[in-house]
């Protein structure tokens, strides 16, 4: 007669109800869960965790008793003591684990943390140390932090989302891993991008972090040192392409909106070009997507560059714009500039267009490579002898703006920094690849070669910067002032679909944010340090759009869409629990 696992195995712990402790590795276990947190469970638990704050009440009333020390903290106190740990790694990498442990232990106090430094943590949780995580991802990763769809699943994706604990999502931000800042092919580990965006849409825009989901869709990889890497985390194969690819995104796509809603809000970031573009034409018109690469970038843009005008001086319509990489964010970019012109100056877009160039890796964009030049670039093959460098598409197109959005480090020489400041009293120089390593050139470099004259901003921060006695304030170009507001704007007003002039709009709501004392210190982009107000504007005036084009759900509208978006945030003080 078979024996029970329990009388098998004599010494299980104490109280070893279910066999877990006693049982043997091949041993099969159930993991028994509660549904209500008390006790030990509770301090476990990240999202009402408040380890040293829970008062003496609490702590009688949910078994805490004799859990934790004596003392009772405030949730102030807790925070002092975290940013004083944080501030003692030298390392930044350290600091971003610092948080992430943080984030699994208590959420109230990771977001507090947060919003409260956000000038100083946003470097950590966000561009450029993210880049980093996500290198190393395979040897840091210690629990999900989102949903890894891969094509082990394919077929049941639908059953896949329905393990996620949380049901009521509003905010889903997915990659594929192709294209993970300027750094490539980062397979399953871009996991990292989907994490920091979504703590952003929390910290920065107010979405509750319930609401939030992130997924990484694993395809294989084409990366061959993530492939040789005993520690990487996803599946060992190179990319599925072509209709297999497009077979596997379509389910998710579909699982997603049976499974959320019409509503569930899917932010496409870091796919490469390739698949960027078709994914987003294919699904704008049947779900609520946005792709924060070609769109938000866009936006965050836009709206420095109107900002801008009260340094430059002019009209946009009297600028002329060059960008290294016409990719996604530079072709991007250039679509919102020629569409913002055409609709304040009544031009159609295809003349607008006319007075933006790009270069990609092969040079100048011309008529003449028409027939090879992949879709999305067409557009801007205007009439002009082939130019094969930046320095020559400079002096040839003489541009006051000069845009960089190659992925490629310091590609914003002397000569081409030098030949921007020779040519315009105040060039605007943006730089805006990711992570540092590969910004276009560094807010130094600008300053210097211009003689200080250079209206400087980049994607990842720049540090103030002192040249011949005279303080420089680089602004961050970066989609992160956009998202969290634009987001939360459709999900408050339960938008059904993201239309261009709802990016307009938030590019305005933006630009208008930049005061006098901002311009005076040369700055396009108001401080991060006031984030939550201007995702608050954001959201409105992205809201307000939706109302007038008839895709607002959430009915009837409320007066005041300011007020509303701030009644609405998610704050992070701790909550009395009963
Ligand atoms: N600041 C921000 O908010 C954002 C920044 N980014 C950053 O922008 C960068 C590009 O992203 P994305 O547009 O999506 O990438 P893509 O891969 O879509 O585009 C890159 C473009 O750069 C061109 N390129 C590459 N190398 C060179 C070179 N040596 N000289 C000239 N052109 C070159 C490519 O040319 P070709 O087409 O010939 O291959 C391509 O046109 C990334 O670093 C990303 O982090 C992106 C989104 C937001
Ligand atoms: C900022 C961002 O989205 C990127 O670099 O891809
Ligand atoms: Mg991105």
Redesign the pocket.
């Known amino acids: 007669m078979e024996s029970t696992l329990k009388e098998q195995i004599p010494a299980g712990g104490v109280e070893d109800v279910y066999g877990e402790d006693c049982a043997t590795e091949d041993q099969c276990i159930t993991p028994w869960t509660i549904a209500v947190s008390s006790g030990y469970n509770l301090l476990r638990d990240p999202r009402y965790n408040k380890g040293l704050a829970f008062t003496e009440r609490e702590r009688d009333a949910h078994y805490l008793r004799g859990l934790l020390p004596p003392v009772v903290s405030t949730q102030e106190l807790q925070e002092k003591k975290l940013m004083q740990s944080i501030r003692q790694y030298d390392l930044p990498l350290h600091k971003y684990v610092a948080m992430m442990e943080l984030e699994e232990r208590n959420e109230r106090l990771f977001y507090k943390l947060l919003i409260d430094n956000v000038e100083e943590l946003l470097p950590i949780v966000y561009t450029p140390t993210v880049g980093e995580a996500c290198q190393k991802y395979g040897s840091l990763f210690k629990r999900p932090q989102g949903l890894y769809i891969s094509l082990k699943e394919k077929g049941r994706i639908l059953e896949v989302l329905k393990n996620w604990p949380e049901r009521s999502i509003q905010v889903i931000v997915v990659t594929d891993g192709e ?1 993970i ?2 750094l490539g092919d980062l397979g399953c580990q871009g996991m990292g991008i989907p994490v920091g965006k979504l703590a952003l849409y929390t910290a920065l825009g107010g979405v509750r972090p319930s609401a939030c989901l992130p997924i990484t869709i694993d395809v294989g990889t084409n990366n061959e040192k993530l492939l040789n890497d005993e520690f990487y985390i996803g599946l060992r194969q190179n990319r599925a392409t072509g209709q297999e690819y497009y077979d596997f995104l379509h389910e998710f796509m579909s699982a997603v909106k049976q499974n959320y809603g019409e509503k569930i809000l899917i932010q496409f970031e870091d796919f ?2 390739h698949n ?1 573009f078709e994914l987003l034409a294919k699904y704008r018109t049947t779900h609520l997507v946005f792709n ?2 070609i769109q ?2 866009a936006s ?1 843009v836009l709206a420095g560059l109107i900002a801008s005008l009260k340094l430059l001086g002019g009209a946009l319509c009297d600028h002329t714009f060059l960008f ?7 072709t991007g970019i250039a679509e919102l500039i020629a569409l913002e012109i055409s609709k304040k100056t009544n031009t159609p877009v295809e003349e607008t267009r006319r007075k933006i160039w790009l ?4 040079g100048l964009i011309v008529s003449g490579r028409k027939g090879t030049l ?1 879709a999305f ?1 067409k557009p801007w093959a205007h009439e002009h002898e082939p130019v094969n460098n ?1 320095l020559d598409a400079v002096k040839a197109v003489k541009p006051s703006v000069l845009i960089g ?4 480090g310091r ?1 914003f020489t002397k000569e081409v920094v030098e030949a921007m400041a020779s040519m315009n009293e105040r060039p605007l120089i943006m730089a ?3 992570p540092t390593s ?1 910004a276009e050139c560094t807010a130094e470099e600008a300053y210097t070669w211009s003689e200080g004259r250079a209206v400087f901003a980049s ?1 990842s921060p720049f540090p103030s910067f002192e040249y011949n006695e005279k303080l420089y304030f680089p602004g961050q ?4 002032y956009i998202f969290p507001g634009f987001g939360f704007g459709l999900v408050m007003s339960g938008t059904i679909r993201v239309h261009d002039d709802m990016l307009l709009a938030a590019s305005e709501a933006l630009a208008a944010q930049v005061t006098d004392e901002h311009y005076a210190k040369g700055m396009i982009y108001p401080p991060f340090a006031d984030i939550r107000k201007i995702s608050a504007h954001i959201a409105a005036r992205v809201a307000a759009k939706a109302y007038e084009l008839g895709v607002a759900t959430r009915l009837p509208r409320p007066a005041d869409l300011v007020k509303y978006a701030e009644s609405c945030m998610y704050t992070p003080n701790y909550r009395s629990y009963r």
């Open positions: 294209r800042l300027g490469a070009n960027a924060d690469d938000g970038t965050v290294l990489g016409a990719g996604e964010a530079g270069v990609d890796s092969k992949q670039k930046l959005t190659s992925g490629v590609t805006l690849s990711n590969q994607g170009a970066n989609n992160c």
